[in-house]
Each structure stands twice: as C-alpha cells, then as structure tokens.
C-alpha cells in the first residue's frame, strides 16, 4: 500500500504497522495524486501546485504477501518539519551496517552537536534534534555512514 502526505511518499507491506519513506527531492508541500504504472513497476506522485514526482519501485525486491522491504540505497532524507521549532525529525536509510555519524553544523561550518556517533545496521533510522538554546538560523546536517557521505539544509524559526 502507497500513501502520499505533506511529509512526502510512504509505503507498507504489513497493513500499517511499519511505514517506508519512498524517495528523496519532495518540496514540502502535501501529494494530492498518486499513481502505479505496473509494466515499468514506477509510482507518480503529484504535489500541490508544484509537479509530478516519480519513483522507480524496481529497487524494491518481493513486493507480495510474504515479502521483506530491500533496501538498496544510501539516501538522507529532508528533515521534517523544516522549517522547524524547536524540534524536527532526521531520517535515513543505508544498505549496510556501518559506522555512522550525523552532526550538525551551523552556516558557518561550525559544528554545533553530534546526534550520532556509533554503529548503525542497515536499514531506515530517525533521530530527534532539538534546537532548543539555538538562534534563529540556517543549519546544515550531514550523515557519514562507511565512505558515503550526504549533507542537507534546514531552518531553525521562533
């Protein structure tokens, strides 16, 4: 099952229980449309006034009843919310178990706080930041798993 919703595409193949955030690049704006076209196996997502969104599900391995969700990327997804105040949520997925590490930076490179630091299995993850104590700014976040490395923006607003 394929759900879209202001925090971007999701899917579940256990009625609800456990949700997987689909693809990277959504604005943060609500999907209104979803669509499968089962021959080339791609999901089209339209957003509010912005533009259709296309993921390839081929990556996604024995989609069916007794199927497990694959993974098979490493991709660092927009915080949410963003922009935020004083908390928003970090999410990843990685292939593998490795070591890893999210910090946070403020626009200057400064680095502000480690959210993590420490073996990850592979698999979807989510850290909290709070900002609390924080000004009014841009940050950045970066994930460094193994040799793989993504960094993204996000809004601090009180």
């Known amino acids: 099952m394929y759900i879209g919703t202001d925090a971007g595409v999701f899917f579940t193949q256990n009625l609800g229980s456990e949700w997987v955030v689909l693809g990277t690049g959504l604005p943060n704006s609500p999907v209104f449309d979803l669509n499968y076209h089962q021959p080339s196996q791609r999901l089209v997502a339209g957003t509010h006034g ?32 963003n922009p935020f105040n004083p908390a928003t949520k970090i999410s990843w997925q990685t292939s593998t178990g490795a070591h890893q590490t999210i910090r946070i930076y403020d ?8 959210l993590i630091d ?41």
Do not use: C, W
Request: charged letters at 20%; proline letters at 2%.
């Open 50 to 81: 912005r533009s259709l969104f296309e993921f390839d599900l081929s990556g996604i391995s024995g989609i069916g009843e007794e199927a497990d969700f694959v993974i098979s990327d490493f991709v660092l997804y927009q915080n949410y919310p």
């Open 118 to 158: 420490e073996y990850v299995p592979a698999g979807n993850h989510e850290v909290t930041f709070d900002a609390t104590g924080l000004s009014t700014g841009i940050y950045f976040y970066r994930l460094k798993a193994g040799d793989k490395t993504q960094s993204k923006k996000m809004i601090l607003l009180k």
């Open 107 to 114: 626009a200057i490179g400064n680095e502000i706080l480690t």
